[in-house]
């Protein structure tokens, strides 16, 4: 019976809420957007079963401790898989943990130079380019400066790029802009988080960020639960007026 019901509402709406209501009841106080990212995890890993051979290449943007990086190299063992963290101890760790990866200490953006990046000691996973500070008042933040790149200056033409995850807390569309080359070449799938609150902060619409991955680029783009049932894409109108779902899937088109 267990089995029935968790089928019955897998990716549905109210799987957000029974998974939180569960925890709950066995004493865990997960927030609940923290619950919501569990299930997008889990959402972005069924679409890398779905379409990534063992050959793939893969781009972790926000790679944070590397749990994206883990499962791109459980589903492309034979693949060249890149990682990109700004945070000095995390990137460390990258390094010494992913030997037969590329990880690189940038923090991905649309133009090559230096930044301020903000780091959030208590929630390193909330740090980035912009202060945010209606994002978690009153945590103390700790400003860096960080080299910036383009994906497209750091990926060679030569390589087939074949999935795609952004998690730069706001700056998405601004590595969007940076990745048009690669993306225009490639057709791949890209995992995005994308809040207009955050993305504002950096001068990106939600109209903008849709122009560039699917007029510039000739993607669709789904939420990923959509994707996943073999439903039908959003219009620019359904993507810009998106609430409460911060996770998208670009994809190729008839994918």
């Known amino acids: 019976m267990k089995s029935i019901i968790k089928a019955m509402i897998k990716d549905g709406k109210v799987e957000s809420y029974a998974r939180w209501l569960v925890k709950r009841s066995r004493g865990l106080r997960m927030p609940f957007n923290l619950v919501k990212d569990e299930i ?126 952004v998690d730069t807390e706001g700056a998405e569309g601004l590595v969007i802009a940076g990745t048009l080359d690669t993306s225009k070449r490639n057709k791949p799938f890209v995992v995005l988080e994308h809040g207009e609150g955050s993305s504002l902060l950096f001068g990106m619409t939600p109209g903008g960020i849709y122009d560039m991955l699917v007029t510039q680029c000739g993607l669709n783009i789904s939420l990923l639960a959509v994707w996943l049932s073999n439903k039908s894409s959003m219009i620019k109108h359904e993507f810009s007026s998106q609430r409460g779902c911060w996770y998208f899937l670009a994809h190729p088109l008839g994918n």
């Open 40 to 165: 997008y995890d889990r959402q972005a890993f069924e679409v890398m079963e779905r379409v990534l051979k063992p050959e793939s290449c893969c781009v972790d943007i926000g790679c944070h401790k590397g749990q994206f990086l883990d499962e791109y190299i459980r589903c492309s063992p034979n693949g060249t898989h890149y990682a990109f963290e700004p945070i000095p101890y995390l990137y460390g760790q990258l390094v010494e943990n992913y030997k037969s990866s590329r990880v690189f200490n940038y923090a991905l953006s649309d133009k090559s130079g230096e930044a301020s990046f903000f780091i959030l000691p208590d929630k390193p996973a909330l740090s980035g380019l912009n202060e945010r500070e209606s994002i978690q008042k009153g945590l103390p933040r700790e400003k860096i400066m960080v080299r910036t790149e383009r994906l497209d200056e750091v990926i060679t033409p030569d390589v087939k790029i074949d999935y795609i995850k």
